[in-house]
C-alpha cells in the first residue's frame, strides 16, 4: 500500500533550517569522495589485489557512479532530508523507507563511534600515555556541540575539512605524477617495475580488492541528504551529481595508480603506515608521512561530523513520516537537537562496546553493519525503476538530472551488486557480514511491514 506522507514540503510543526549555502554543498560533494575509508582501508586491498587495485577501484567507481547518478535524479526530483529512504517509501512502500533509513541509521551511528577510535588513536600516537576514551569523548563533544547548534555549523566545519582533503590529495597526486615522470628533484622513475605482477594473488586477491573497493565509497549518500538543507536543493544536487564522475576517477583510481606505481604492492608499509604515508615516504620528502597522518585525522574527524548529521537527518525523517520514536523528530531553532543528541550517544555506546565487549557484542555489531550500504543501493536502484515511469508521466518537468541509459544501466547497476552479494559469500570474511547484516535487514523489514499493515487498518 502506497502512502503520500514522503513529500519535500516542510513537515508539520518547526521546519529544519535552510543554512546551507552553496559553497558548503560544493565541497561537501567535493570532500565527501574523499573518505576514511580511502585514506585507512585502502592499503589491505593493495595488499591483496596487488596492481589490479586499480581496476577494482575503477569498476566499482562505475557502479557508484550509476547509484549516484539514480540517486540524483530521485533527490532533485523530491529533495528530502529522508533522500533514499524517502524515495523508498513513495516507490516500494512505508516499509522500504523504515528498512533502508534504520539500517543506514544504524551504520553511520556506528561508523561515528569506529572513526573516534581511530581519530584517538592517532592522536594518542603523537601524545603516548594519554587515554583514548578522553580523545574520543572529547571529539564527540565538539561535533554533537557543533551539530547541535546550528546546521551552517556542520556545513562550516565540512567546508574546511573538505577544502584541507582536496588539497592534500592534489598535491599528492601532482608529487606521484612528477616522481613517476622522473622529474621531481632527488627521485628516480620507477617506470612499470612495481606494475608487472598485475594479478600476483589470482581472481581471489582481485575479488578482495573489488570489496574493498565498494565499502571504501560509502558515505557519498551525505549530500543528497545535506541538500535538503541548502539554499537551492534542486541545483545543489544536480551540481553534486554530475561531477561525481571525475571525483571518483580523480581522487579514487587516480591516487590508486599512482601508488602502486611508486611502491611494490607487497612492501609491508603499506599496510602498517597507510599507502598514502607509505608513498610519501618511499619518495623521501622530509615530514610528508607526518603530514599525511595529519591529513587522514582530518579526513576521520569530517566522517564523524557527517555522519553525526547524516543519521540525525535520517532519523528526523523517519519520525516525521510516522516511522520512530515522537521525540526523535523535534526541532529546535532549525535543528533536530534530540535526534543528533540520540545519534551522538549510540556512537558513544559503540566505543564503549570496543572496551567493554572487544570479542564479542562489539564485532557482532561490525558484521551486522558491514553490507548495509549494499542493501541502501538495491533499494535505490529498484525506487528509481518504479518512479521514472511515474515521474515521466505525472510531472516531467521535475526530471532535472537523468539517469543514463535507462532502464538498461539501472538493471546493470542491479546485477552488479548481486554478484556483489555472491562474491560475499564466496570469501570467509565477507560471509559473515553477508549474512549479519542480511538478517538485520529481514528484522527490520518485519517490523516496517507489520507496521505498514496496522497503520493500514487504522
Not at 517509501?89 to 573516534?116: H, N, Q, Y
Request: include cysteine; hydrophobic fraction near 55%.
Amino acid at each position: 500500500m502506497q502512502h503520500s506522507t514522503t513529500t519535500e514540503t516542510p513537515p508539520q510543526g518547526a521546519p529544519l533550517s535552510h543554512g546551507l549555502k552553496q559553497r558548503h554543498l560544493s565541497m561537501i560533494a567535493l570532500g565527501g569522495v574523499i573518505g576514511a575509508g580511502l585514506f585507512v582501508g585502502s592499503g589491505a586491498g593493495i595488499a591483496a589485489a596487488g596492481p589490479s587495485i586499480v581496476l577494482a577501484y575503477t569498476l566499482s567507481g562505475l557502479l557508484v557512479m550509476l547509484v549516484m547518478r539514480m540517486l540524483g535524479e530521485m533527490s532533485a526530483a523530491y529533495p528530502s532530508s529522508g533522500s533514499f529512504s524517502a524515495h523508498a517509501e513513495r516507490a516500494i512502500g512505508p516499509w522500504a523507507g523504515f528498512t533502508a533509513g534504520w539500517s543506514f541509521w544504524v551504520l553511520l551511528c556506528t561508523a561515528v563511534g569506529l572513526e573516534g577510535i581511530g581519530a584517538a588513536k592517532i592522536v594518542t600516537g603523537w601524545l603516548p600515555g594519554t587515554p583514548e576514551w578522553a580523545w574520543v569523548a572529547l571529539f564527540m563533544l565538539v561535533f554533537c556541540g557543533a551539530n547541535l547548534a546550528a546546521v551552517k555549523n556542520f556545513g562550516e566545519f565540512e567546508f574546511w575539512f573538505a577544502a584541507l582533503k582536496v588539497a592534500a590529495i592534489t598535491l599528492f597526486l601532482v608529487l606521484g605524477v612528477l616522481a613517476i615522470a622522473g622529474v621531481l628533484p632527488g627521485t628516480d622513475s620507477p617506470g612499470t617495475s612495481n606494475l608487472t605482477d598485475f594479478l600476483p594473488n589470482g581472481g581471489e586477491g582481485l575479488v578482495i580488492g573489488l570489496l574493498a573497493s565498494v565499502f571504501a565509497y560509502g558515505g557519498l549518500e551525505t549530500v543528497t541528504i545535506a541538500a535538503a538543507e541548502s539554499e537551492d536543493p534542486v541545483r545543489g544536487v544536480a551540481s553534486a551529481v554530475r561531477t561525481a564522475m571525475w571525483r571518483i576517477a580523480l581522487f579514487y583510481v587516480g591516487s590508486m595508480a599512482v601508488i602502486v606505481t611508486l611502491v611494490p604492492w607487497d612492501a609491508k608499509e603499506v599496510v602498517e603506515k597507510g599507502p598514502y604515508v607509505a608513498a610519501l615516504d618511499h619518495l623521501g620528502i622530509p615530514g610528508a608521512g607526518q603530514l599525511m597522518n595529519v591529513v587522514v585525522l582530518v579526513a576521520l574527524l569530517s566522517a564523524m561530523n557527517a555522519n553525526i548529521y547524516g543519521s540525525s537527518r535520517i532519523a528526523y525523517s523517519l519520525v516525521e513520516r510516522g516511522q520512530g520514536p515522537k521525540a526523535l523528530g523535534r526541532v529546535f531553532g532549525g535543528v533536530p537537537r534530540i535526534a543528533v543528541l540520540a545519534s551522538s550517544v549510540f556512537g558513544f555506546v559503540c566505543v564503549v562496546l570496543s572496551y567493554w565487549r572487544p570479542d564479542d557484542v562489539f564485532p557482532w555489531l561490525l558484521n551486522m553493519i558491514g553490507a548495509v550500504i549494499l542493501v541502501v543501493w538495491i533499494f535505490i536502484a529498484v525506487s528509481q525503476l518504479r518512479l521514472r515511469g511515474r515521474l515521466e508521466r505525472e510531472a516531467p518537468e521535475r526530471l532535472t538530472v537523468r539517469m543514463w541509459a535507462f532502464p538498461v544501466l539501472t538493471w546493470v547497476a542491479l546485477a552488479g551488486m548481486a554478484t556483489i552479494f555472491v562474491l560475499m559469500a564466496r570469501e570467509p570474511d565477507t560471509r559473515v557480514q553477508l549474512y549479519s547484516t542480511g538478517g538485520m535487514t529481514l528484522v527490520l523489514a518485519a517490523v516496517g511491514y507489520a507496521w505498514q499493515r496496522a497503520r493500514a487498518r487504522n
